[in-house]
């Protein structure tokens, strides 16, 4: 091989060698972008993850709120149950009136602290 064979050898090697860089310089700023838009998603699912997790926190304090309110609600259910059966029983065993007036106030103010009956 002469030395022009030999230049345009290595020139060509040169141009081949260029393209391959621009080629490779391509497919990683294509990686890159694309690690860019999974980052930006995945910081939109994390997002979304905390929103819910907000959400459901908000949930569960509402859900023992309103436990906490049937528990207090059966208690006060509970103790006028309990008088009014003892005011049943009170007619039934024929007391004075003013017993049975007694026992049928105490289930009125029961019913009232538990805001049952409105007046």
Known sequence: M??????????KQIVQLQDDKLAQEDFINDLMESQKLEA??????????????????????????VRMLLLGLRDDMVRIRDVAAES????????????????????????????????
């Open 40 to 65: 930006e998603e995945l910081v939109r699912l994390t997002e979304q993850v905390w929103k819910l997790e907000a959400a459901l926190e908000e949930v569960a304090a509402e859900r023992d709120d």
């Open 2 to 11: 002469n030395q022009k064979e030999l230049l345009k050898a290595a020139e």
């Open 88 to 119: 049943l029983r009170s007619a039934t065993d024929k007391k004075s009136l003013l017993n049975m007036a007694v026992k049928f106030y105490d289930v009125k103010t029961l019913a009232d602290s538990a805001k049952f009956i409105k007046d």
